[in-house]
């Protein structure tokens, strides 16, 4: 995870930063998209691409502040096996990762309870990272799910999980892939709740990423 990280990163800095500072643009602060509208969210959020590390505890990166105006955090399930996994790389490469990720019931203020889920997934470098990323975004482009773009290295999905509407959030940074999905309860309109998944997966995406991030590694990136 050493050597070829420096450059793993450079060629990935192309993508500027992902879009995980689009994805908190619906207003994961609790603005409600207005005077600073989608790009004013998106600039205050961007970073260059950096290196991450894997947790034990990926459910305490959500906790401290609530996940869109109004809901708090409930209950929570880690999921972090330690060992790392071999993915299927490009040119027969078996690049290594680590996973982390947190199941986690909302309530909302109206008493209704809502589901959030994350898994972020640590590469060795940059480059296999990217490619996992782009074989994701093909595959549900291949399956009808049409990817909607938030940035060049993000894009969103409709999700379902039994008749509950959410909306699910894929984006890749640096040595990260994170998936983020919120689903609304039983009964919710997708129309009716967009704005409040889009709220939900951003301030995850967002804290998720800010808490994996090695801050002292991507610092001297420009």
Request: proline share 6%.
């Amino acid at each position: 995870m050493h050597g070829s990280r420096g450059a793993a990163l450079r060629r990935a800095r192309s993508a500027a930063l992902i879009g995980l500072a689009v994805a908190v643009s619906a207003g994961c602060s609790g603005g409600d998209g207005g005077a600073g509208g989608r790009n004013g969210a998106a600039e205050q959020t961007a970073r260059p691409p950096g290196t991450h590390s894997w947790t034990s505890r990926p459910c305490a990166l959500l906790a401290g502040a609530a996940p869109a105006e109004g809901f708090t955090l409930g209950s929570t399930t880690d999921s972090a096996p330690s060992d790392a996994r071999e993915d299927i790389g490009e040119n027969g490469a078996r690049p290594l990762y680590r996973q982390t990720g947190c199941l986690a019931d909302l309530k909302a203020p109206d008493g209704t309870f809502w589901k959030l889920s994350t898994t972020a997934s640590v590469y060795e470098d940059a480059e296999p990272a990217r490619h996992a990323y782009r074989v994701k975004e093909d595959l549900d482009r291949a399956h009808g799910r049409g990817p909607e773009k938030v940035h060049d290295a993000a894009y969103a999905i409709p999700a379902d999980d039994q008749g509950r509407p959410g909306r699910t959030l894929l984006l890749w940074n640096g040595d990260l892939v994170l998936t983020v999905s919120a689903y609304a309860p039983h009964g919710s309109t997708e129309h009716d709740v967009r704005k409040e998944l889009e709220r939900i997966v951003g301030d995850a995406a967002r804290r998720t990423e800010d808490g994996l991030r090695d801050h002292d590694a991507s610092s001297s990136a420009p």
